[in-house]
């Protein structure tokens, strides 16, 4: 099993929509939390760090539930750029590398 | 720029070939982090740097992967008796230091392709 699991999609949704992607990790001594985007033949970058308490910004709402090892990200009125992969990622406590999902892959149309 | 550069951006390699890839990461992070992702897959962890050692190797697949960062800042990532399935990109990252609350930042990457 993978130490983080998100469903690859694609995700196909139009302009204004809602969408939101979950993921789940097996690692319960996983500590920090993040969401990065990565667009097509580019590198990741952080999106967003998932808080306990959740947390939003602007059209984005990340959640954590530590109990059930499970990151959600809501996309509210999505845009065409907001076309791209969206990898869910996790940090241990007690090391420093980051451990990566697959991504799930949104397409916004128009 | 102010960025993690890697070298060189695109590379196509002979089987059996040995190939090297650079990764400067930003100016005063001590944290360098390579990763490989293949197509369709997130990035692999393969070996992480706290300074000039290798606090973490534990992604390397295999012998034939090696990595260096002898004096704190540039790193290269050697690759010997290169194989069709290393083909990848190879991404470096780099970050202020370890400490949990820093944010990870990605160079472009290395397209390795091995004919």
């Known amino acids: 099993r993978k130490e983080v699991e998100q469903d690859p999609g694609p995700f196909n949704v139009p302009e204004g929509a809602t969408v939101a992607f979950n993921c789940t990790y097996s690692?319960?001594?996983?500590?920090?939390f993040f969401w990065y985007r990565q667009d097509c033949r580019k590198e990741p970058k952080l999106l967003m760090s998932?808080?306990?308490s959740g947390n939003e910004d602007g059209r984005f709402t990340a959640q954590l539930n530590r109990a059930s090892q499970y990151i959600s990200l809501l996309i509210r009125d999505s845009k065409l750029s907001d076309s791209a992969t969206y990898l869910c990622v996790v940090r241990s406590y007690n090391t420093d590398k980051l451990i990566f999902g697959t991504g799930t892959r949104l397409q916004v149309f128009p | 720029g102010a960025g993690v550069s890697q070298t060189p951006s695109n590379k196509v390699t002979e089987k059996g070939k040995y190939v090297e890839l650079r990764c400067d990461p930003i100016?005063?992070?001590?944290?360098l982090y390579w990763y490989r992702q293949s197509l369709g897959q997130g990035p692999e962890f393969l070996i992480y740097f706290q300074g000039t050692g290798a606090a973490d190797d534990s992604g390397l697949p295999n012998d034939r992967f090696f990595a260096v960062r002898p004096e704190g800042s540039v790193s290269t990532l050697k690759i010997q008796r290169t194989e069709r399935g290393d083909s990848a990109v190879y991404l470096c990252?780099?970050?202020?230091?370890?400490?949990?609350?820093?944010?990870?930042?990605f160079g472009e990457g290395s397209w390795l392709t091995v004919v």
């Open positions: 100016s005063g992070h001590t944290a």
């Open positions: 998932v808080y306990s």
């Open positions: 990252a780099s970050s202020l230091d370890s400490n949990s609350g820093n944010t990870i930042y």
């Open positions: 690692n319960s001594a996983s500590q920090s």
